[in-house]
């Protein structure tokens, strides 16, 4: 993996950018385009957390949590991920789900939920394979999972560090 790895505010530099990452088309019923996501973050500035992945110079993906300061246990989840259709099975997914884990962490937040589209083409094995476990919920034809974030235990065992976006 690149050394140059890292999240990203979305700026008016690279928003056209984030605006025009594509999934493969068979995925684009599993997660909304970016820049609906955007749209979606100017509405609920507070809670919205939406980051690009970059690797060097290279935009690569978008990934957007959401944190409810207001209910207790704090609520973090994964709200959108996306990886660019060129850019999928090089790690960069485990890599925004690692950088969110960290935030959760520094807001003193203790789980990571995520909700996916059961379906062939969805991202069911990607969460699995990072440590999520359905929750048994259903909630709008999505399955509800959820990761339990500790110091020790993200995703790849990494010990938190600031996010630099
Ligand atoms: C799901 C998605 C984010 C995965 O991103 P990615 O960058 O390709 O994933 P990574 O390369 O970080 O993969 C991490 C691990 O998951 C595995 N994995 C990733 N996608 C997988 C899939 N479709 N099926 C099985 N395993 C998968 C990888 O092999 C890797 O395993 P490893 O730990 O043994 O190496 C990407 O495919 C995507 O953007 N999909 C379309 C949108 C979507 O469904 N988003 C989620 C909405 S909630």
């Known amino acids: 993996m690149a050394s140059g790895l890292r999240l990203v505010t979305v700026t008016p530099e690279n ?4 605006c025009r990452l594509r999934v493969r088309p068979e995925q684009r019923d599993m997660v909304a385009p970016v820049a609906w996501s ?4 100017y509405v609920h500035g507070e809670k919205a957390w939406p980051r690009v992945v970059c690797d060097g110079d290279q935009l690569v993906g978008f990934v957007m949590a959401a944190f409810d300061a207001e209910t207790a246990p704090k609520r973090c989840g994964i709200w959108r991920l996306n990886i660019a259709a060129d850019h ?3 790690g960069y997914g485990r890599f925004a789900v690692e950088a969110v ?5 520094r807001r003193g937040g203790q789980r990571l939920s ?4 059961p379906d062939e083409h969805g991202p069911e094995d990607f969460y699995r394979r990072l440590g999520f476990q359905p929750t ?3 909630i709008h034809g999505e399955v509800e999972a ?3 974030v500790t110091e020790n235990s993200t995703p790849a065992g990494l010990p938190a560090r600031p996010d630099r976006g």
Do not use: P, S
């Open 15 to 18: 928003v056209g950018e984030a």
């Open 38 to 41: 955007l749209a979606e973050a």
């Open 88 to 90: 999928q099975r090089r």
């Open 101 to 105: 884990c960290r935030e959760v962490l």
């Open 114 to 117: 995520v909700r996916w589209v």
């Open 136 to 138: 048994g919920q259903i």
């Open 146 to 148: 959820e990761l339990l």
